[in-house]
C-alpha cells in the first residue's frame, strides 16, 4: 500500500530533550515535506527536499532540522524543543515538485512541557 | 502580506446544496498551482483539486470544481450537492517555484470549516 508513515503518533516530552520524528514514504517520491499546524493557523511548511541530499528551509524552520540522506525517510530533528513546538506535524511527500498531490502522512501530536 | 488568503472561518450549507469556499493569492510568478485539500474531524489530510496557472480550463474532479479567476487571483472551491461527509476544514495551498525548474515550497490559506446541515 503507497502510504507515509510518521513514528511517534503522539509525543509528550520536556523542555530541551532532543527528539525525532520519523518520516518514511514508499513511493519513490523525490520531493518531501515537514508542516506543522495550529489553530487557526492552517499549515505551515518546516522543511522541504527536494531530493536526496537537497533540503531547503520553509517559512518556519527555527528550532528545527532535517535530513535525506536515503529517498524515502526525511526525519524531523528537534534539538532542543521549547513548549512553542507543542504541534500537529505532518510529513508529506508528491512524486517531484510541480502539479502533483502531496500525500500526507497521519500526523505526529507533540506536546513540550 | 499572507499569500493564500480563506475569508471563511466557517461555513454553512443545507445537505444537497451547493458551496462556494473562498481563496485568494498573491504571486508574482507567472507558474504556479493551487491545490485544495480537506481535514475531516479524524485528522487527515485529503487532496481534492488542482490548478495550474496555465491551465486553459477550469479544474473538475466530481462533485468538486475550482472556479480560477487569474486576474482576480482567486481559486474558489465550488462543491456541488453537499453530502453530511463533507463537514471537514478545507484547506488552500498554492505552490511556488522559486527558481525555474527548481526549488518549489508550498505555502496554505487558514482554512475553512465547512458544516453540512441534514
Given amino acids: 500500500e503507497a502510504q507515509v508513515t510518521q513514528n511517534p503518533r503522539y509525543l509528550i516530552t520536556v523542555t530541551g530533550k532532543k ?37 531547503d528551509k520553509g517559512d518556519v524552520p527555527e528550532g ?5 540522506k536515503e529517498k ?41 512541557t | 502580506a499572507q499569500k493564500i488568503t480563506q475569508t471563511q472561518p466557517g461555513m454553512f450549507v443545507q445537505e444537497k446544496e451547493a458551496v462556494t469556499l473562498d481563496c485568494t493569492y498573491d504571486t508574482s510568478d507567472p507558474s504556479y498551482g493551487l491545490f485544495w485539500y480537506k481535514q ?28 480560477f479567476q487569474k486576474a482576480r487571483k482567486s481559486a474558489n472551491l465550488v462543491i456541488s450537492a453537499s453530502q453530511l461527509g463533507d463537514s471537514a476544514m478545507y484547506f488552500c495551498a498554492m505552490r ?17 470549516k465547512l458544516t453540512v446541515n441534514p
Fill in chain 1, 19 to 55: 527528539l525525532t520524528v520519523t518520516c518514511s514514504q514508499n513511493m519513490n517520491h523525490e520531493y518531501m515535506s515537514w508542516y506543522r499546524q495550529d489553530p487557526g493557523l492552517g499549515l505551515r511548511q518546516i522543511y522541504y527536499s527536494m531530493n536526496v541530499e537537497v533540503t
Fill in chain 1, 64 to 68: 528545527y532540522k532535517v535530513s535525506r
Fill in chain 1, 72 to 112: 524515502r525517510n526525511f526525519p524531523l530533528i528537534l534539538e532542543s524543543p521549547s513548549p512553542n513546538q507543542t504541534s500537529l506535524y505532518f510529513c508529506a511527500s508528491s512524486l517531484r515538485a510541480g502539479p502533483y498531490e502531496q500525500y500526507f502522512g497521519p500526523g505526529t501530536r507533540l506536546t513540550v
Fill in chain 2, 40 to 67: 475531516p474531524s479524524s485528522g487527515e489530510m485529503i487532496f481534492l483539486i488542482y490548478q495550474g496557472s496555465y491551465d486553459q480550463q477550469n479544474a473538475t474532479e466530481g462533485r468538486y470544481s475550482l472556479n
Fill in chain 2, 96 to 112: 511556488e517555484e522559486l527558481t525555474q525548474g527548481g526549488s518549489e515550497k508550498l505555502v496554505f490559506g487558514k482554512g475553512t
